[in-house]
């Protein structure tokens, strides 16, 4: 039996994170004809996706950010203020996102993640299915992750 001793160390180090995902991104590569047809393609590089909803002074009233990722949309924050929410303003920017990574990027599918006490009721009304429920994520709260599939 070999005994290696190891030194375990906890702390940020962005040059040590980098090797990490350089490291497992060639691992996965290796593992996976999928992803080592996807080397070398736009649809390798997540690019990001911003949709802005601007008021009569230009102030920002709601937006949603994201990314696309091979033929994926990934929402990753879609807010309204309080006093825009209700009109439909949440919706037409998630239209537009999905629009432009179905028409633009040649997305298939979106995804996003949500509480229970932010939109998971608002999602399923735009056609997001529940593929996946986190409890206690934090303590108290449910996670869901949704997925729709864009014309």
Request: contains cysteine; hydrophobic residues 40%.
């Amino acid at each position: 039996m070999v005994c290696r001793m190891f030194r375990i160390e906890a702390e940020v180090d962005k040059g040590r994170r980098d090797l990490l995902r350089s490291r497992l991104r060639d691992t996965n590569t290796a593992a996976s004809p999928v992803l080592a047809a996807l080397r070398g393609t736009p649809g390798e590089r997540e690019v990001p996706l911003h949709v802005w909803a601007l008021d009569a002074a230009g102030e920002v009233a709601g937006g949603l950010v994201g990314h696309t990722w091979t033929t994926w949309l990934h929402v990753g924050y879609l807010w309204v203020d309080a006093v825009h929410r209700g009109a439909g303003l949440g919706a037409r920017l998630l239209a537009e996102a999905e629009r432009i990574a179905a028409t633009d990027r040649a997305c298939t599918a979106s995804r996003l993640e949500t509480w229970d006490f932010q939109a998971p009721e608002f999602y399923k009304k735009q056609g997001y299915e529940v593929v996946g429920v986190i409890p206690d994520y934090p303590p108290g709260i449910t996670e869901y992750i949704l997925t729709k599939h864009l014309p």
